[in-house]
T-cell receptor, first 113, second 115 residues
Framework: SQQGEEDPQALSIQEGENATMNCSYK?????LQWYRQNSGRGLVHLIL?????REKHSGRLRVTLDTSKKSSSLLITASRAADTASYFC?????????????FGSGTQLTVLP | DTGVSQNPRHKITKRGQNVTFRCDPI?????LYWYRQTLGQGPEFLTY????????KSRLLSDRFSAERPKGSFSTLEIQRTEQGDSAMYLC?????????????FGPGTRLLVL
């Protein structure tokens, strides 16, 4: 079952603009991760934020986490056409031997040149 | 390229046939995962190995699915008596206990089409 839900499902912006994607989840987590997937390809890990962190930066990426609202956001600044892809949030719930990531259904980002 | 490789990249088969996929993880990673992804959806967890031990299986993994990791290195996923509903992208990922948050690195996937 999908733990996270991304919002919006699709987003289209002009090159140079910022893109914000949101993710909500249902249960307590150890960490939340964002992945990117180009069409028909595998997933690329972008950034991880632990449950005790509130904000994290990596290059043009900024991730926030609000555990009280069970939500996260991914901001991509100064977007480029090459950022066009699907973006997924994934939560890690480590319990005993369990180590599975639970993914949302993704946001399809299109950056127009 | 994350260092995780999967073969074949594409597979077309007829309903009722058996198929087998292979995953070669990053060499120093002791954890290996299989996920399934259908069009427009995020990946769904199937199963997970730590070294050669299969520690967790999803309810999605019916009796027709079996996965092995005999020497704690590469893994195979076999689907017996394939059905059209098995058509999907099958993704493999690996991780190491020493990585922060156990970041999982994904392979390019095997796209299966069952006719």
């Amino acid at each position: 079952s999908q733990q996270g839900e991304e919002d919006p499902q699709a987003l289209s912006i002009q090159e140079g603009e910022n893109a914000t994607m949101n993710c909500s989840y249902k249960t307590s987590i150890n960490n939340l991760q964002w992945y990117r997937q180009n069409s028909g390809r595998g997933l690329v890990h972008l950034i991880l934020i632990r449950s005790n962190e509130r904000e994290k930066h990596s290059g043009r990426l900024r991730v926030t986490l609000d555990t009280s609202k069970k939500s996260s956001s991914l901001l991509i600044t100064a977007s480029r056409a090459a950022d066009t892809a699907s973006y997924f949030c994934a939560t890690l719930i480590s319990s005993g031997s369990a180590r599975q990531l639970t993914f949302g259904s993704g946001t399809q980002l299109t950056v127009l040149p | 390229d994350t260092g995780v490789s999967q073969n074949p990249r594409h597979k077309i088969t007829k309903r009722g046939q058996n198929v087998t996929f292979r995953c070669d993880p990053i060499s120093e990673h002791n954890r290996l995962y299989w996920y399934r992804q259908t069009l427009g959806q995020g990946p769904e967890f199937l199963t997970y190995f730590q070294n050669e031990a299969q520690l967790e299986k999803s309810r999605l993994l019916s009796d027709r699915f079996s996965a092995e990791r005999p020497k704690g290195s590469f893994s195979t996923l076999e689907i017996q008596r394939t059905e059209q509903g098995d058509s999907a992208m099958y993704l493999c990922a690996s991780s190491s206990m020493t990585l922060p948050g156990e970041t999982q690195y994904f392979g390019p996937g095997t796209r299966l089409l069952v006719l």
